[in-house]
């Protein structure tokens, strides 16, 4: 049976043809997997499993009939939808991952992270990272009333925006040594994730003799794109729109 992995689709109600395809996706194809993963940043923003956003909503409930069919589902949170907690995991039959973590795919022991993690080079990033990423930090935005969360995660978009023009490509890659230095922590060779939105598979060779495969998963914002792993291996696809 199949595996599947998709991240970076940016759910939002200003690109509805994502949640489109999305939805068509997952009363589709997504039904023949055995297991899919959501890798992060599967919405724009998410604000708290109380917001009755109804393009959200839409999207909770496909997943909801999706696993109701029997496909396993798993999801890790992004740098967009941190804030996702259990409620959104009962209504969506998601089980929410720690990020990194490792799992095992046909028989090979993969790193899973939604990547960001080790975008090392962006200081700036990852301390706010820190702080958005704390229990207190997020036990105190979601005490705060709807409007007030949603204009700060309107706000934050405008500074991330703003931020990132000024970052080169390189920045806001992931660093090189960062991935080695994980996959050499979780005693693995096969690394996967999303978030810099540059599908691909990158392999090489450690002076010590390992052989490192490294594989991205592409964003949505122009097509679908999932990653398949059979019993023939990994192998990235995009969806037409």
């Not at 990547?115 to 997020?138: F, K, M």
């Not at 990132?164 to 090189?176: G, L, Y």
Request: aromatic share 8%; proline share 4%.
């Amino acid at each position: 049976m199949t595996t599947a992995f998709i991240s970076d689709l940016h759910v939002d109600a200003s690109t509805p043809e994502i949640a489109q395809q999305l939805a068509e996706f997952l009363s589709g194809r997504a039904r023949e997997f055995q297991t899919l993963y959501v890798l992060g940043d599967l919405f724009e923003a998410w604000i708290g499993d109380d917001d009755p956003n109804p393009h959200f909503a839409a999207v909770q409930d496909a997943f909801g009939e999706l696993t109701k069919t029997g496909v396993q589902g798993f999801f890790m949170h992004g740098n967009r939808d941190f804030l996702i907690g259990e409620q959104f995991a009962e209504r969506t039959g998601l089980k929410i991952l720690n990020d990194p973590v490792v799992h095992q795919i046909y028989e090979t022991t993969v790193l899973l992270s939604h990547g960001d993690l080790y975008c090392t080079d962006d200081t700036e990033y990852q301390a706010v990272r820190r702080t958005v990423r704390s229990p207190e930090w997020q036990a105190q935005v979601l005490a705060l009333p709807l409007d007030a969360r949603r204009q700060m995660a309107g706000q934050a978009r405008s500074e991330s925006a703003t931020a990132n023009a000024a970052k080169s490509d390189e920045i806001m890659d992931v660093n090189p040594d960062a991935i080695v230095a994980a996959m050499r922590e979780h005693s693995v060779t096969h690394m996967l994730h999303g978030h810099t939105h540059r599908p691909a598979i990158h392999e090489w060779s450690t002076p010590a003799g390992d052989h490192l495969r490294r594989m991205v998963l592409g964003d949505w914002y122009t097509q679908g794109s999932v990653g398949i792993w059979d019993e023939a291996g990994f192998r990235l696809e995009t969806l037409a729109r």
